[in-house]
Nanobody
């Protein structure tokens, strides 16, 4: 599974960005993680294989929305009301195959495939 993330950039606090992750196949749960300078990588959002179930970290709930277009093999992360603390390298990740269509893992160990990351910088 090859993942290609894009859409990052430099924005001001309060602005919006949409990240995209293109994958060769999307028949699995997909997630976004992020890693800020000097910090460990953390979970941001996950979407189930068919898109019916999503889950978010408390820090982004209500501001970020994960979605997917399986016809285009693409997962999106719409980020609104961005804050300086959202500054990080954002990674998309593909989970291991799982027959449960509602499965939404949040731990990194469930995601064997990772993209290269796209930088999001939010200025105050």
């Amino acid at each position: 599974v090859q993942l290609q993330a894009s859409g990052g950039g430099l924005v001001q606090a309060g602005d919006s960005l949409r990240l995209s992750c293109n994958a060769g196949t999307l028949n699995r749960a997909m997630a976004w993680f992020r890693q800020a300078p000097g910090k460990e990588r953390e979970f941001v959002a996950v979407i189930s294989r068919l898109g019916g179930v999503t889950s978010y970290s408390d820090s982004v709930k209500g501001r970020f929305t994960i979605s997917r277009d399986n016809a285009k093999n693409t997962v999106y992360l719409q980020m609104n009301a961005l804050k300086p603390e959202d500054t990080a390298l954002y990674y998309c990740a593909a989970a291991s195959p799982n027959p449960r269509s509602f499965w939404t893992p949040v731990e990194e160990t469930s995601f064997p495939y990772w993209g290269q990351g796209t930088q999001v910088t939010v200025s105050s």
